[in-house]
């Protein structure tokens, strides 16, 4: 299955989020870390989603329809040290109620630079993944993808790997430049909500879009 996605809408507050019964698949990551890239690319379109030089532009949720009953989010990035504090802060609440919020997330791919380790944010998005209390409905899966691998050298990448496991998965790599990686990650969330929509058509017969 191909992500033939379509950009739908934009979302300020959960109130405004679509209301529908489709997997949702949410893409978060710090600031320029490549979120419009990967869903560009895991799209194969160009312009799908719009990338800019300058980081933390994107300050909503903005949702993407894909096939008849799958959704691509592309959460706010959070992280942009000279984004003014109340704008940080209204960024990170929205992420965190999306996520607790949003029964419809099944699937939340997590982005990291490839360069770095894993930072504070990282590790409070995975830890709130993994508190059932914190979620309206089931946990969402969570996939970790390093970006920007080109950046590094061959002997370089698995280290960098090792240090991501912390969060409690074993990451992918990819490179929205070159295309590395870019079938695999795809692969990997298509089938975890291909899993899913099956669950839900033995449940509860087709989704309603």
Not at 103 to 110: I, N, R, S, T
Not at 164 to 174: D, Y
Request: charged content about 20%.
């Amino acid at each position: 299955m191909r992500l033939d996605a379509e950009f739908l809408c934009s979302a300020l507050t959960i109130a405004k989020c679509p209301r529908w019964n489709r997997i949702e698949i949410a893409l978060a990551g710090r600031s320029n870390v490549g979120k419009s890239s990967l869903l560009n690319a895991l799209a194969g379109r160009k312009n799908l989603a719009r990338i800019s030089k300058t980081p933390g532009r994107t300050r909503c949720l903005n949702f993407f329809t894909a096939g008849d009953w799958l959704a691509l989010v592309d959460l706010p990035g959070y992280g942009y040290a000279k984004m003014a504090h109340s704008e940080a802060e209204k960024i990170t609440l929205l992420i965190e109620q999306y996520l607790c919020q949003r029964p419809e997330l099944k699937v939340l791919v997590l982005l990291v630079d490839a360069r770095r380790g894993p930072q504070r944010e990282e590790f409070a998005l995975a830890q709130l993944l993994q508190n059932p209390s914190s979620r309206v409905g089931d946990c969402p899966h969570l996939i970790v993808v390093a970006t920007k691998c080109d950046k590094l050298k061959r002997a370089e990448r698995q280290p960098a790997l090792w240090r991501f496991e912390a969060l409690g998965t074993t990451p992918s790599i990819c490179s929205s430049l070159t295309g590395e990686g870019i079938d695999q990650v795809r692969r990997q969330i298509l089938q975890v909500a291909c899993a899913h929509h099956a669950m839900a058509l033995s449940a509860t017969g087709p989704a309603k879009t």
